[in-house]
């Protein structure tokens, strides 16, 4: 997986607060959903993370759970911890859609 020309091997997601960016307001994201995301790492500048944030699978390889991510099947593989938690982009089952520009 690339982006911008750098090959990605983790997830991440980030939620930002920094009082030195001058557009950033303290509790900007205090009303955000964050559910039943998939990331290796999820962190927020401030060290805390707002908002309401429930069944994530967060802080281990991501990348072992995936059917196939380099040939962009980012399905969960059945008994993974994305598979039992329900989190991620896909359920086992449900409808499968193939990401990116279609060519």
Known sequence: MTWQGARLDAALVVMM??????WSRPGENAHSLVVANAADSMFNVSGRLPGVHSANVVGVPIRAMLADPDGRDFRPKKGSQLDTMGAGAYTLG????VPGPRR
């Open 17 to 22: 607060y920094d009082p030195s960016i001058a």
């Open 94 to 97: 449900g409808e499968y859609w």
